[in-house]
């Protein structure tokens, strides 16, 4: 009864550490935790969410990889939904699971009100999308003007 308290106590503080935004310190920890109860997938989602933090991406869905074999082979069962949802939002790079930066880091200026600091965290990984149309090119005008010149059309037909 009290090693369960403890481990419960120890992966309440792993998600803190992580909530925090130290997900490079709880690597190694959530390793070594995960090895010790491979069927956990709360401490899988906790090391998976860790390593995507850290760029590594491919990492976080070969823990998920393993968890899934492991739960497959030795008890014949699947991942849940949660751990299942989160390899998905991994897969697609959500930029909800980025660390969020604090808007004011500590400085020598403190706010006008408590009112006036930023609600809303700042997101460390950028969106990686390109843009859905490019209604022109710029800065092009002269290679167009000559493309669609006759002369330029007369050479290209001989």
């Known amino acids: 009864m009290a090693a369960r308290w403890l481990l419960g106590c120890h992966k309440l503080r792993l998600s803190i550490e992580l909530d925090l935004g130290r997900h490079r310190e ?5 390793t070594a935790l995960l090895r010790e109860h491979p069927y956990d ?3 899988a989602e906790h090391l998976m969410v860790a390593l995507y933090r850290c760029r590594r991406q491919g990492e976080a869905l070969q ?37 969020p930066v604090p808007v004011s880091g500590p400085s020598d200026t403190r706010p006008e009100s408590p009112g006036t600091a930023a609600t809303e965290p700042v997101m460390a990984m950028p969106v990686r999308q390109l843009p859905l149309d490019v209604p022109d090119f710029v800065g092009r005008a002269d290679a167009l003007q000559t493309v669609r010149s006759p002369s330029y059309l007369r050479q290209q037909v001989r």
Not at 26 to 30: A, D, F, G, P, Y
Not at 75 to 81: A, E, F, N, S, Y
């Open 63 to 99: 823990v998920y990889e393993r968890l899934r074999r492991t739960l497959a082979g030795e008890l014949g069962v699947d991942p849940t939904p949660p751990i299942q949802a989160m390899h998905l939002r991994i897969l697609a790079a959500d930029p909800a699971l980025a660390v």
């Open 26 to 30: 709880v690597i190694e920890e959530l």
């Open 41 to 43: 997938e709360q401490v």
